[in-house]
């Protein structure tokens, strides 16, 4: 069971049907999600406007006086044309026309504001942001080619230099944690900004389970809303969001950007990711500085599309790569300096991967190509492994309890989780197990104590807090005789919580169909299976199903990972 496809598939790999939408008897012309209303341009630097239209149709831009033509692909359907915007000015009317008028509308884009700065920072820099304190804090942007920049925080200056493409980055130092500070940045014009924190600084992504609001998660924000509107905004939790992406092309819309630093109250914290936000709360509580979050998180969107290309392209066998998603949403935030990520997502690829890469194998490509592209190969990166899921409209939608039959279905969230596991062989990852806090709805209610157990995890992995941060997962696994022996780190004071003894251990003797419950006791911070009758070598797992219900814990009330491993003897 898996999230449905996205309605529109915004990617180069689904050029083909994109073109064809664009080109149909509408024959509209189309914009890609890059440009739109309120679009600012670089002065000194050409700009490549790019999108759909009828196949084979003539496209006209207007801007500032002057007509630029070119003619979309007679087979995609996709159009390009390099403009240069001239000098700094605006706001601009820019018209974009694509062959006649459409029977059913102008068949034209009718942008009002268009502004073209002298200098301009990313979008993911801003008012209200938090830097990352500990080490150099790029900022950065665009300017005119070879135009000096300098930077001025905390009364010192810090400079660089616009290259031949009018990119430039200021690596500031920024001192101890505190704010706000004004930041003062010159070029050929001048960008204050009256507030800017020194903190912590984390990235949350993945999909819906990231991306959905905290104004979903139930009583928990009942609570949550009204003490932000008791107290009002807190200025220490800072946060940054990427829209949700539901369409590669726009026509007047504004383009796809960040949506600038907003402190934390009722209305922001609302439409945030429920998991960043409470993973947030319960850090900023510990650390006591300010704490900045960025939200780059789409619906129903497979691993694919956050994998850099390069790493997928490694993997052997590993099929073609389409890595919009990365490109859209974690490309724009680089440089930025950040503490750490976390993660949350692989329930759009619990379905058989077409070209037979695991998941973890595809994490791992994630992790390390995002390592590498900031610069730094230890950044923490901490994961949800999935939660339950249910079965049907009513258990994933409500939450209600599957029956004992469902209980027993083994499928590919089960596999999914496993997998998942395996990418702790991975340095300075850590994953949060989270199958005993949820009922098996699709979108768990129930992210303030996922947040909680990713902010213990974030604390232990990336401040050397020395805590429990994991609950037991499993190291080794070998035959004695007629036991076999389970050996699990993060286990001290392992315990099976409720009645009876460890539950959901099953093994499976070498040439038969069935794995079969097998009785088992703890020893120290091992479990001890019974396997007596059983032809090795054996399969063993543990709360493999889509809906687990294992209850090995540690002395931190932590649950044991679901595990199934092979050729036990």
Partial sequence: MSHKLPRCLPSMAALLVTAALAADADARVWLDYDFGEGMVLQAGVKTALHGAAGRGETVTLTFRGRTVQTTADKITGQWQIELDPGDAGGPLAMTIAGGEASPKGPNSIELKNVTVAEIALDQVLGDGMVLQRGGKAPVFGTARPGD????????????????????????????????????????????????????????????????????????????????????????????????????????????????????????????????????????????????GLIQSAVDATGIRGWTPADKLKEIKGGGPSDDIYYQRQIKPAMPFAIRGIIWYQGEADTGKDPFGVSYDRRLTALIDGWRHDWGRGDIPFIYVQLARIGFGAEQIHRGELPSLEQRKIVDGWARVRDEQRRVLA??????????????????????????????????????????????????????????????????????????????????????????????????????????????????????????????????????????????VK
């Fill in 148 to 291: 000096e920049v300098s930077v001025d925080f905390r009364s010192r200056t810090f400079s660089g230099k616009a290259d031949d493409r009018g990119r430039w980055r200021v690596d500031v130092d920024p001192g101890q944690a505190g704010g706000p500070f004004p930041m003062n940045v010159h070029g050929r014009s001048d960008i204050l900004l009256k507030e800017v924190y020194v903190g912590e600084v984390w990235l949350c992504s993945g999909q819906s389970n990231m991306r959905w609001g905290t104004c979903y998660t139930g009583k928990d924000w009942g609570e949550t809303a009204l003490r932000l509107r008791g107290r009002g905004a807190s200025q220490q939790l800072r946060l940054q969001r990427f829209p949700q992406d539901e369409t590669g092309y726009a026509s007047n819309h504004p383009p796809k950007r960040f949506l600038g630093w907003q402190a934390a109250d009722e209305k922001s914290v609302g439409a945030f990711s429920g998991t960043g936000y409470y993973f947030g709360e319960a850090l900023q509580s510990e650390l006591k500085v300010p704490l």
């Fill in 426 to 567: 991975e340095p300075a990852t850590a994953m949060v197990v989270c199958y005993d806090l949820t009922t098996g709805m699709l979108h768990p209610p129930q992210k303030k104590p996922i947040g909680a157990r990713l902010a213990v995890a974030a604390r232990a992995l990336a401040y050397g807090e020395k805590i429990e941060y994991s609950g037991p997962i499993l190291e080794s696994a070998k035959r004695d005789g007629d036991q076999v022996v389970l050996s699990f780190s993060h286990a001290d004071g392992l315990a099976a919580e409720g009645y009876g003894g460890p539950r959901q251990l099953e093994a499976k003797a070498a040439g038969a169909e069935e794995f079969v419950a097998v009785p088992a006791r703890i020893k120290g911070n091992a479990v001890l299976l019974d396997v007596k009758g059983l032809a090795g070598p054996l399969s063993i797992r543990y709360a493999y199903r889509e809906w687990p219900d294992g209850n090995l814990v540690n002395a931190a009330r932590l649950p044991a990972s679901p595990f199934q491993v092979e050729d």
